[in-house]
């Protein structure tokens, strides 16, 4: 993952190495290997796990205190507080702000929670925007998921969402994580929108659809993706 850099004359976030505001040279802000790192540490904290950092999140997801208090609370809870000595709320808004799939948002009161993708029953009200002018989405899996699904269709699997992408290649990195062999669903939008569930952008090219995906939404199996390199 690339790193994260701050212009230091408008403070923006952003990979490039010249401000897209300002034009002025950025400075590293958070390394790769850390913003991967806290990253994932987010996701879990606040889709699946928010009391091993003694945090409560309320019927909408958002955590009972803002992003600085929770960077101290993560340096003083989390099971590998060691790692996360360099932790500060600014971090986390770096994160937020760059995130290419959209995880994460913050309100008004520096409070965070994540979009999509937990495991626990919250009243997450959907602020990701409707997908527009997109046909056809994928899904990457493994081989042998691959008659169940037919059979009974795409299933969150402990989330709340299942999650899609506009991206054939982002689907087959993404089954590769978890098989050797992949294969990549084809998925009908119209079809989902007649079940009344809607597709909704949550990244640059991540989509995601509450409920599960029936199989006749699965309009084309592609059994030989082409490989490409794991990310």
Partial sequence: MKSIRVCP???RYTEKHTCERCGRRTKEFLDGR????????LSGILRHFPEEVKVKLDDEGFTDCDVHELAERIKKYWKNREYYRWLTGEHIIAVVETCPKGRFEIDERGR??????HSRRLNVRPTLPEAENVKELYHGTARENLESILQH????MGRRAVHLTDDEREALITALRHTRNPVILVIDTERLRRYGLIPRKAGKSVYVVEGTVPPDCITRVIRNPKEVRRE
């Fill in 153 to 156: 269709g795409i299933k969150p």
């Fill in 112 to 117: 965070i929670r994540a979009r999509y993708g």
């Fill in 9 to 11: 004359e408008c403070g």
């Fill in 34 to 41: 850390r913003r991967l790192a806290l990253s994932k540490l």
